[in-house]
């Protein structure tokens, strides 16, 4: 009986002014790594690809001007990113865009734009099937009082459905939890209603 191997990644690459790196993923095409200076992901991002044997095929650097990584997926066939985009400094859109296989980027589709109250959103929420093969993007808006959740189900970088839903409580007093998906595109998310309980002494 025989010990797992531990492979090693060349490091003739490693640039020294990144010190953020992370796997995102991998797929039959190999294994995907983000790296970035630090863990804003402005401007920005790199990523490489290695075989499954983990030497190094690629590496390409993908620029967001005037824009901030939000979340990098590997899918069955591709590798995925979500990114925002401001404009004086106010939150203008959630992209998303593809990498194939030879780290060749497509055209970006808009997913949502925002108007001037876009401070009123909660994080953006990217969930994963557990076949890697769709993804869904939520998040939650301010709503007179109320709270709207709005969601986006993707397939191949095409969005296959959204949907949106009322939750009848105040925005400030919600907190995300978990959050699944399944092979069906439904979401399942925990979300915590909190109240001020204020003390009769």
Known sequence: MSGQEIL???NNNQSKSTDYTRVVGQNKYGVYVLKHKNRALRKYFIIEQ???????????????????LERVVVTQQQVQY????YNKGRLNKL????????LNEGNPISLYEFAEDAYDISDFHVQLDKF???????FLKDSMQQTLLQYSVIQEAKTLYRGKGIIKKPFEQLYVGDSEMDSSGNLYAIITHAIDVKSKT
């Open 95 to 102: 992209l998303l865009n593809v990498i194939d296989s030879n």
């Open 82 to 85: 979500l990114y925002k985009t």
């Open 50 to 68: 290695f075989d499954h044997r983990l030497q190094l095929k690629k590496t390409k650097v993908f620029k967001l001007p005037n824009g901030e």
């Open 132 to 138: 890697n093969d769709k993804l869904c993007v939520w």
């Open 8 to 10: 090693w990644a060349k």
